[in-house]
């Protein structure tokens, strides 16, 4: 059993104790609510959307359409819709688990997305220098294989962070060590286990 919450990432700064930086990941924590609750799981949601009519219908109760939700099975306590989750769930000191969503790059080739060292920059090698090279054997399987490395879209994963120390928690920010994946804006899932 333990307990989550939803929030936004701010962006980062810095704290000092005793004249020792740490560098912190800055997570406002206002707005999320109890979205549904059926059986043993919870769903939280954040923010507002307008939503087509059968998410309308779904979210009755709660009065609006929680523009990003997550549904917990193992959360502690008895929750009901509409109830505020606040950020005094966490203290400073606590070992939080952070969930997100890494940046997209976009679509990259092989150097930048494997580490690729690329082709020879001598003997007229002009426009190899980034390519991929031979991608398969011959005839014999006569493909190409599942999972070979290639160009393709980059970022845009979801990335779990386990143990990170909370440095601060403030009214409605919680300061956490270190960074987060996704951008400024992007809404993140802290939990913690009791």
């Not at 990941?25 to 954040?46: N, Q």
């Not at 950020?87 to 997100?100: A, R, T, Y």
């Not at 011959?138 to 440095?167: C, E």
């Not at 060590?177 to 009791?194: H, I, T």
């Amino acid at each position: 059993m333990g307990k989550a919450i939803i929030g936004k990432k701010i962006g980062m700064t810095r704290l000092f104790d005793e004249d020792v930086s740490t560098p912190v990941t800055v997570i406002e924590v206002t707005g999320c609510k109890v979205s549904l609750v059926d059986g043993g799981k919870v769903e939280l949601g954040i923010g507002k959307v307008k939503g087509n009519k059968p998410l309308q219908g779904r979210y009755k109760k709660l009065g609006f359409v929680p523009r990003f939700r997550r549904v917990f099975s193992d959360l502690e306590g008895e929750y009901k819709v509409g109830d505020e989750i606040k950020s005094d769930l966490f203290k400073k000191g606590d070992k939080v688990e952070v969930i997100g969503t890494s940046k997209g790059k976009g679509f990259q080739g092989v150097m930048k997305r494997w580490g690729f060292k690329g082709g020879q920059r001598t003997h007229g090698q002009s426009d190899r220098l980034r390519a991929p090279g031979s991608i398969g054997a011959g005839t014999d399987p006569g493909r190409v294989l599942k999972g070979k490395k290639m160009g393709g879209r980059m970022g845009g994963d979801k990335v779990t962070l386990s143990n990170v120390k909370v440095i601060e928690v403030d009214e409605n920010l919680v300061m956490i060590k270190g960074s987060v994946p996704g951008n400024n804006g992007d809404y993140v899932v802290l939990k913690v286990e009791s």
